[in-house]
T-cell receptor, first 116, second 115 residues
Framework: DTGVSQDPRHKITKRGQNVTFRCDPISEHNRLYWYRQTLGQGPEFLTY????????KSRLLSDRFSAERPKGSFSTLEIQRTEQGDSAMYLC??????????????FGPGTRLTVT | AQSVTQLDSQVPVFEEAPVELRCNYSSSVSVYLFWYVQYPNQGLQLLLK??????LVKGINGFEAEFNKSQTSFHLRKPSVHISDTAEYFC?????????????FGKGTKLSVKP
């Protein structure tokens, strides 16, 4: 168990550019979540995958955001035409699928995005 | 819709003193409750969770929390804190109705332990 990894850890981009983040979940976990955390706030849910299927998207996920998990393993989160308001920490988490919905979500270290 | 309120944004405390971090939630349905800790430049780590059963839940690092349904609270406590407990603590709920299990977090409480 090597934990959830995210790449890059930091990204600085200019407004209007596109950025892509990667998340590698724990290998046996088939649920994968993306959250966004801004300064002084708790993480906010963005989207969720069960294997390769994207099952839910938050209203926070505007049409400039797209997430994929093509083979049910790693996931990517792309932001097109970045805006300064997109500056945040983007967190990825994974968990097992069990009947018990209280299964623990394991979080990665996050990708900190700064849009200048 | 669910919501979580962490009443204190910052809690300063001296080493070896007891601490309580407060969390209240709002939900029209039953929920699971969680406390996560975030150390600087790291991801979130689960401290403890309440799913059902005993309302007093024990977690890692000597932390415990008590679920109070009538007061819709899930306060986190530790009888004696260490310098290493300095971190940000997040309370979260998960809607039992949903199959996705996404978490709704409070804004966090920064615990600062002073020598």
């Amino acid at each position: 168990d090597t934990g959830v990894s995210q790449d890059p850890r930091h990204k600085i981009t200019k407004r209007g550019q596109n950025v892509t983040f990667r998340c590698d979940p724990i290998s046996e976990h088939n649920r994968l979540y993306w959250y966004r955390q801004t300064l002084g706030q708790g993480p906010e849910f963005l989207t969720y995958f069960q294997n390769e299927a994207q099952l839910e998207k938050s209203r926070l996920l505007s049409d400039r955001f797209s997430a994929e998990r093509p083979k049910g393993s790693f996931s990517t989160l792309e932001i097109q035409r970045t805006e300064q308001g997109d500056s945040a920490m983007y967190l990825c988490a994974s968990s097992r699928t069990l009947a018990d919905y209280g299964t623990e979500q394991y979080f990665g270290p996050g990708t900190r995005l700064t849009v200048t | 819709a669910q919501s979580v309120t962490q009443l204190d944004s910052q809690v300063p405390v001296f080493e070896e003193a007891p601490v309580e971090l407060r969390c209240n939630y709002s939900s029209s349905v039953s929920v699971y409750l969680f406390w996560y800790v975030q150390y600087p430049n790291q991801g979130l780590q689960l401290l403890l969770k309440y799913l059902s059963g005993s309302t007093l839940v024990k977690g890692i690092n000597g932390f415990e929390a008590e679920f109070n349904k009538s007061q819709t609270s899930f306060h986190l406590r530790k009888p004696s804190v260490h310098i290493s407990d300095t971190a940000e603590y997040f309370c979260a709920v998960s809607d039992l109705r949903g199959s996705q299990g996404n978490l709704i977090f409070g804004k966090g409480t920064k615990l600062s332990v002073k020598p």
